[in-house]
């Protein structure tokens, strides 16, 4: 047999063995009804794997909201109502704080941010407010607030008062100023120096009177005449009030909340550096005072010029923010 006709043979073989294959492997027959379908969207296939819609986008929302609803849990904190203490008088309220779910969701979805970090939160104001609780004197913020203020009252002491802002700028701490009416009159330069710092100014009365011992029209003299002299000197019209040597009476607190629209402040600590005690004795004093909420009262005195760097450290340690007595007895939280 020669090369060619072996050749003719082999392919026949060949050729009748694939076609053999071929007809009956299942797959080509789909192939071949595939082919034959009209190019038509109707009859386009769509691959389950792949697929998404409406109800796969619920489902992610729906195991968001379970995932908030864990993280939420031990972040969210019911707000206080202000109340009348026995002891402490008024005592302001203090925020809640409240998860905004929607806007939580929204951020997740977006991929801004993930995990606990992804709550929006919010503050809840209490149902009762400070100002719904009428005319009573204020001797500390909300306990449950880590904050405290250092209040000085300026009578006297003008030599302390540089050494005592230079104190409060070095620790970037604002607080607040209760003026005596006839000391800006007579040192205006001073007191738009502390203004000028971004310090809170209040009322602290004209001459320094015992403000239990005088008349209803003298009580209301001394508090206008010191309001004026500040509004016309540093231009800020002053909402507290730190009635001289703390002595007051009701008359006093009606006077200054309804005709001046103003709170009485007192306070819950006393360095009495006014006596001169020893610097490490009022330092040690003050801090074991130290709490959420409370007022500090002090003057510009040497103690005072020489202790506030340590009293402020001391606070500070204790987790404790200085801040002026407005944002003391505000409900709102810390920033």
Do not use: C
Not at 90 to 118: C, D, F, H, M, T
Not at 127 to 141: K, M, N
């Amino acid at each position: 047999m020669n090369q060619a006709v072996i050749k003719r043979v082999l392919f026949t073989i060949g050729s009748a063995v694939l076609l053999a294959f071929l007809l009956n492997y299942q797959p080509i027959d789909q192939y071949i009804d595939v082919v034959k379908l009209p190019a038509n969207p109707a009859h386009q296939t769509v691959d389950p794997d792949t697929a998404s819609g409406p109800s796969d986008s619920g489902n992610r929302d729906e195991e968001l909201r379970k995932q908030i609803e864990q993280w939420r849990q031990g972040v969210e904190e019911a707000p206080i109502d202000a109340r009348i203490d026995r002891i402490w008088r008024a005592i302001p309220g203090y925020n809640g704080v409240a998860v905004n779910v929607e806007a939580s969701l929204k951020k997740l979805r977006s991929g801004e941010a993930a995990g606990p970090q992804s709550l929006v939160l919010e503050e809840v104001p209490p149902a009762v407010q400070l100002e719904q609780l009428g005319a009573h004197p204020i001797y500390r913020g909300n306990p449950r607030k880590p904050a405290i203020s250092f209040m000085i009252n300026v009578a006297w002491g003008n030599e302390f008062l540089d050494p005592i802002l230079d104190t409060l700028d070095k620790h970037e701490v604002k607080t607040t100023f209760f003026l005596d009416g006839s000391w800006v009159k007579r040192f205006p330069e001073l007191a738009k120096k502390i203004a000028e710092r971004g310090h809170e100014i209040g009322n602290h009365a004209y001459s320094h009177p015992d403000m239990a011992k005088i008349s209803t029209e003298r009580m209301r003299m001394e508090i206008a005449k010191t309001q004026n002299v500040i509004e016309k000197t540093l231009g800020v019209k002053p909402t507290l009030f730190a009635p001289p040597s703390g002595s007051f009476n009701q008359t006093v607190v009606d006077l200054a909340k309804n005709e001046f629209q103003m709170k009485t402040i007192l306070w819950t600590a006393d360095t009495v550096d006014w006596r001169k005690p020893p610097v490490d004795q009022m330092v040690a004093r003050v801090r074991a005072k130290m709490d959420n909420g409370v007022l500090v009262l002090m003057h510009p005195t040497a103690p005072t010029a020489a202790g506030l760097d340590r009293m402020i450290r001391d606070a500070k340690e204790k987790g404790l923010a200085p801040v002026p007595v407005s944002e003391l007895i505000s409900s709102q939280r810390l920033k």
